[in-house]
């Protein structure tokens, strides 16, 4: 049995991407595989022919020290022959988080190679705030996001509901969806075609789960039989894993995030709205606050102003320390290479 009956994925250029990290790394055996699901020090691995079952492999010590950090699910890597992950293949379409942790500056990727972003809130008091946070750091990685608006059934102007909330945040696809009365599945298994692989994102108790189990239908069992033997024979813990669809998609499934903190920017695209309007104000710096003429204060709702605002402040400040960040290491460089070039002077004088 095969637990990617549709493949595991479209990937341009592998061969290319697998032949510069045979290059890079001066061996020619690397094969290519995809992430399915990571555990604490493994990683569950299938091989686009299927021709093995997706077995479990190690890192090799230094992948996991990379500034990229260790391989995550949905990622496509190479693999040495002896079954260890060498070398990540370059990332394309990244949700990525600043890591959980006060005070803390640091990143931390989500999902690697998604071609969409399906940001999850449930009805009928969806969180735009918490939305918007999604949609832009969906953006920041160059993901487009599709809105599902989940328990419809609880909201009887559910679908009015997503139209408006679509609308403010700027996006097309917006979707009231119930697994109770089947509505919007459709659509969803739409927005999912054979080979594309997308990530669920929203907060706990989204109905994240229950969608995905309706979306799968009746292969969660078969897969699911699976990986539960894996998880319990290994005692790891799956964070995201990657599930294939009935109708060929490949879907990221992410638990619940409590806090969502900004990396890449992506703010000014999640606030077009309140960009373009700005360029009408009498200020270039304009804070639309007390300021005279200010074409964005009277048109734009205070609380989504409030929220641009508050994700403006964020992004700067991650900003700052990640510029701080930046110039420790450049000036740990530059002492590096001044105490190089003394000590080969020394070594000359003697
Ligand atoms: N009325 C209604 N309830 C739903 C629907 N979908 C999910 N729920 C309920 O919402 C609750 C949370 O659902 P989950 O699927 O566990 O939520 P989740 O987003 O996966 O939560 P985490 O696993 O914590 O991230 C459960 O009690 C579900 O039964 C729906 O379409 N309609
Ligand atoms: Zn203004």
Redo the contacts with the bound molecule.
Sequence with gaps: MTLFPAGIGRRDQLDEELQAARTALGEDQLIPARVLSQHSGVWLVAEPDQATPPRLVHARAKLRGESDGPPITGDWVALDTGDAIAAVLPRRGTVVRRAVGEGKADRQVLAANVELALV?E??PEPNERRAERLVAIAGAGDVPVALLL?????DPDADATALRLGRSIGIADSIA?????GDGIGVVHSLLPAGATAVLL?????????????LLGEERQATGEVRESDRRGRHTTVTRELLSLPHGGLLI?????REVGMWDGGVDDTFEDIVELAAGCRFADCQHDTEPDCAVRDTVPAERLEAWRKLAREQAWVDDRRAAARARESRGRFYERIQREARRAKGQDE
């Design positions: 999850a449930p009805l989940t328990k419809a059934d609880l969806v119930s697994v109770r009365t929203g907060p706990s108790g989204a109905g994240k789960s229950t969608l995905v189990n309706a499934d992410t638990p619940g995030m």
